[in-house]
């Protein structure tokens, strides 16, 4: 795709700022990410501990 107007240096200036904004963004919410991992790993595999408990009460046969 090509532009029909010659850029000007103000709007390649705010091009690259709403890009940079867009970037750091992402790699924000990336990093959010990562930092919750830990907790949401222990929340399921406490929750998959109880359910197979649960079910080995209840299915087990004595």
Known sequence: MSMCFPSTP???ATTLGCFLTGAALFAYGLHLSYV???PQQARIKAR???VRERLRK?????
């Open 36 to 38: 919750n991992i830990a």
């Open 58 to 62: 209840k299915y087990d046969k004595p």
């Open 10 to 12: 103000k709007k390649m």
């Open 48 to 50: 998959n501990d109880f």
